[in-house]
């Protein structure tokens, strides 16, 4: 039993500092972009056109982390949602 806990925490190791720097590097781009590119002065946090950018920007995060969580669920580096639930399961129980 004590060998599932420690795949199960591997692959968190492993995939949760990829998907994040992923998604974090993508993100920072996109606020780059709106920030030098698309407006002429940043937004102020109480307009529209921010929290507009704020939800492009999630989106775009998202996207971009998508393809590199494929590729780890497809090499069993981190598992399938099913999977976690039932390894979960089995830790709790």
């Known amino acids: 039993?004590?060998?599932?806990?420690?795949?199960?925490?591997?692959?968190?190791?492993?995939?949760?500092p990829m998907l994040l720097t992923d998604y974090a590097v993508n993100m920072f781009g996109w606020i780059a972009l709106t920030h030098y590119v698309f407006f002429v002065e940043t937004p102020e946090l109480k307009t529209a056109a921010f929290w507009f950018m704020m939800q492009i920007e999630m989106i775009v995060g998202f996207c971009t982390s998508y393809p590199a969580d494929w590729y780890l669920v497809k090499k069993s580096i981190k598992c399938h949602v099913s999977h976690c639930i039932t390894v979960s399961i089995l830790l709790i129980n």
Do not use: D, E, K
């Not at 039993?1 to 949760?16: C, E, K, N, R, S």
């Open 1 to 16: 039993m004590i060998g599932a806990p420690l795949v199960f925490y591997t692959g968190f190791l492993i995939a949760g």
